[in-house]
């Protein structure tokens, strides 16, 4: 089961290997997860159809879809901001139920805005840069990897990761 330290206490993974890293905070992608976050006795400090945020997780309404249409940058700014605005002295894991689609392409995404990966790359070069040199275990389905491919380097979400958390879909 895959769990990888990629940059700065901050893990990517499967459900399952959560207890390996003992997280600070939690990034959870996953349509599963943002229901039962709901019910979390953790306070909600922000909810929306797309993404729940408490003092340390954050989960995002997301499917593992084959359509792209269920991809949007709506989904995906959450993510990277909470990733973003991680502290340094707090381990983060990063997970959907494998660690190998919607994880791992919300890792890739925040590796090129961050600029981990050169966005000067062509996408399939940052991909397989990615896959080679930082996190082997991926392997997205069509719909995620449609949209990483239409939106890279995805400068539509590195404009918005400014917005405050309440403005947010």
Known sequence: ???????????????????????????KIS???YNILKKDKDEILY????????????AINL?????VRDFSDDLFVPAIKFL????????LYTHCQLGISRS???????LVIKGVIDNNLSFEQALEK??????PFMKV??????????????YNIKAKLDTDWKDLK
């Open 104 to 110: 791992a392409s919300t890792i890739f995404m925040f």
């Open 47 to 58: 909810q929306t159809k797309n993404f729940i945020l408490t003092k340390n997780k954050l």
């Open 141 to 154: 389905n069509l719909g995620v990897y449609t949209y990483l491919k239409n939106n890279y380097p995805f």
């Open 1 to 27: 089961m895959p769990c990888e330290n990629i940059i700065e206490k901050i893990y990517l993974g499967d459900q399952f290997s959560k207890r390996l890293v003992n997280p600070d905070k939690e990034l």
């Open 84 to 91: 973003m605005q991680n502290p340094i002295d707090k381990t």
């Open 130 to 135: 990615y896959v080679k040199d930082i996190y």
């Open 31 to 33: 349509n599963v997860f």
């Open 63 to 67: 499917l593992d879809s084959h359509d």
